[in-house]
Each structure stands twice: as structure tokens, then as C-alpha cells.
T-cell receptor
Framework: RKEVEQDPGPFNVPEGATVAFNCTYSNSASQSFFWYRQDCRKEPKLLMSVYSSGNEDGRFTAQLNRASQYISLLIRDSKLSDSATYLCVAQGGDKLIFGTGTRLQVFP | DTEVTQTPKHLVMGMTNKKSLKCEQHMGHRAMYWYKQKAKKPPELMFVYSYEKLSINESVPSRFSPECPNSSLLNLHLHALQPEDSALYLC?????????????FGPGTRLTVL
């Protein structure tokens, strides 16, 4: 079983839609969690860290459920520019463990 | 603008060549990382330097040799690579020992081994 599991997608959604990505992790000792965004042939960029209380940054909301070992990312009012691969990441010490990524395609 | 820079952007090399990838960060971080990423796969950790000392080597073949000359520079020396080593090589940096280890990536070097 992979340490961090994500639905690979693709998720094809129209502009303005709300889309949710889910992620599970297997190591209960994982300390912190992140969502990274990666555009085709570019580097991963940190989208947001994920806190137990949940956190929001504009149209993006991240939630962490430690009891269920589950992380989510909600994107509201999708834009064409949100099209990318979203990587769920768990931290173990100084190491980051990446999920395989979920591909999002927003169409006009 | 990225505060982690990598050179070169692209590199094509033969299996007998020796080349080096370079990374520089201007964030004052004391941990630096090399990752390898194949198409449609997530990044895979290769090496971690913490306070300029190698702290993690993820069983990487010896044809990859990392070097950390100072706190802001990280090199990856390449020798006798194989075609399957063709990939995007990403450098990242962070502040070590933090509860929340946010890592910031450079733009990568796209390596092709012929």
C-alpha cells in the first residue's frame, strides 16, 4: 500500500465549478501535510500547508482529519488557470512523501 | 520569481560524459534536497543535506554524487549515467527541524542521457 494515496483523475470540470480532491495517508506518525500544485513540465509549487483546524486561502480550503488519516482540498469557482496536477504530501521528519497527484482540467 | 535557481535548464549527455547540475537558494535555508521526477510520476527523494552535511541518501547509485559547498549551494555530479536516468532533476530547500517542513523547489534540470 502506498504511503499517500490519491485518485489520479483526471477531473474535468467547467469554469466556476467546485471540485474536491481527497487523499489518505498510512503513517499515523506523519507530522504535517501539504498540497502542492504542479503544471506540466514545471516544478511543484507549494499551494498550502494543511492544519488540523482546517485552513482557507481565497478559493482554496484544506482539511485534515487525523483520526481517519484523510486530507482534502476544495477549490471553489474554478478558473482555467487552476488546470494542473495537485500533489498531496505528508511530512515524515525532513522527508516529504508525495502522492501520485490528481490531474485537474478546467474547461470553458 | 523563484528563490531557488538551477542550472542548466536542459542537459543532454552521453553515457560516458561527466557533468554537474547546480542549485542555489537565497532563502537562508539550511536544508537542501535533490529529487528525481519521471513523467507522470511524483518526485522521488535522492539526497538530503542538513547544515551542509549529507543526512539522507535514498540508496542512490554511485554514478550520482552530491556535493554541498556551502549553505546556499548544492551540486549533483553525474558520471556514467544510463538512459533510464533521463528525468527532471529538482532541487529544493527548507529550514531543517521544523514541525512544518515547507520545501521550495527550483525549476529543475531536464536531463536526457543518450
Amino acid at each position: 500500500r502506498k504511503e499517500v494515496e490519491q485518485d489520479p483523475g483526471p477531473f474535468n470540470v467547467p469554469e466556476g465549478a467546485t471540485v474536491a480532491f481527497n487523499c489518505t495517508y498510512s503513517n499515523s506518525a506523519s507530522q504535517s501535510f501539504f498540497w502542492y500544485r504542479q503544471d506540466c513540465r514545471k516544478e511543484p509549487k507549494l499551494l498550502m500547508s494543511v492544519y488540523s483546524s482546517g485552513n482557507e486561502d481565497g478559493r482554496f480550503t484544506a482539511q485534515l482529519n487525523r483520526a481517519s488519516q484523510y486530507i482534502s482540498l476544495l477549490i471553489r469557482d474554478s478558473k482555467l488557470s487552476d488546470s494542473a496536477t495537485y500533489l498531496c504530501v505528508a511530512q515524515g521528519g525532513d522527508k516529504l512523501i508525495f502522492g501520485t497527484g490528481t490531474r485537474l482540467q478546467v474547461f470553458p | 520569481d523563484t528563490e531557488v535557481t538551477q542550472t542548466p535548464k536542459h542537459l543532454v549527455m552521453g553515457m560516458t560524459n561527466k557533468k554537474s547540475l547546480k542549485c542555489e537558494q537565497h532563502m537562508g535555508h539550511r536544508a537542501m534536497y535533490w529529487y528525481k521526477q519521471k513523467a507522470k510520476k511524483p518526485p522521488e527523494l535522492m539526497f538530503v543535506y542538513s547544515y551542509e552535511k549529507l543526512s539522507i541518501n535514498e540508496s542512490v547509485p554511485s554514478r550520482f554524487s552530491p556535493e554541498c559547498p556551502n549553505s546556499s549551494l548544492l551540486n549533483l555530479h553525474l558520471h556514467a549515467l544510463q538512459p533510464e536516468d533521463s528525468a527532471l532533476y529538482l532541487c529544493a530547500s527548507s529550514q531543517p527541524g521544523q514541525e512544518v517542513n515547507e520545501q521550495f523547489f527550483g525549476p529543475g534540470t531536464r536531463l536526457t542521457v543518450l
